[in-house]
């Protein structure tokens, strides 16, 4: 596994793995897009959670954005992110889902 020498990770397999199952769940489920560590590229939005979001695995996912198009959609996404208990943060349009951090980056877990 590469590990990015300036950041510091703060979620694993597993914990990506729960995200992945609990946001297939929802419905509608909600649009994605992942930032790569490596070179920055930032993917298109997506709302295939259960395939998509783990091809080629998540080692180089920096964060996650998860896009909420309603205020239903976004209790419910707050919900799942605070049972899988994830490290989130709240944007303007939803969340964003940390898989590595840059050193002394405070970060917070979404609660309910």
């Known amino acids: 596994m590469k590990t990015p020498p300036h950041l510091i990770p703060v979620m694993n397999n597993t914990k990506w793995d729960e995200l992945r ?19 920055g590229f930032v993917t298109p939005w997506d709302r295939e959670w259960y395939y998509h979001f783990r091809e080629g695995g998540y080692e180089l996912t920096e ?9 239903e959609q976004r209790h419910s996404v707050l919900s799942v992110l605070d049972r ?3 490290p989130t943060e709240e944007i303007s349009d939803g969340f964003r889902v940390y898989g590595y951090i840059q ?10």
């Not at 199952?21 to 070179?39: G, S």
């Not at 996650?64 to 205020?71: A, G, K, P, Q």
């Not at 002394?104 to 309910?112: D, N, R, S, T, V």
Request: hydrophobic share 40%; net charge negative; with cysteine.
């Open 84 to 86: 899988v208990h994830v």
């Open 21 to 39: 199952l609990a946001m297939y769940e929802l419905e509608p489920a909600p649009a994605w897009r992942t930032k790569c560590w490596e070179n």
């Open 103 to 112: 050193p002394g980056q405070q970060i917070e877990y979404a609660k309910l």
């Open 63 to 71: 964060w996650v954005e998860i896009l909420t198009e309603s205020n």
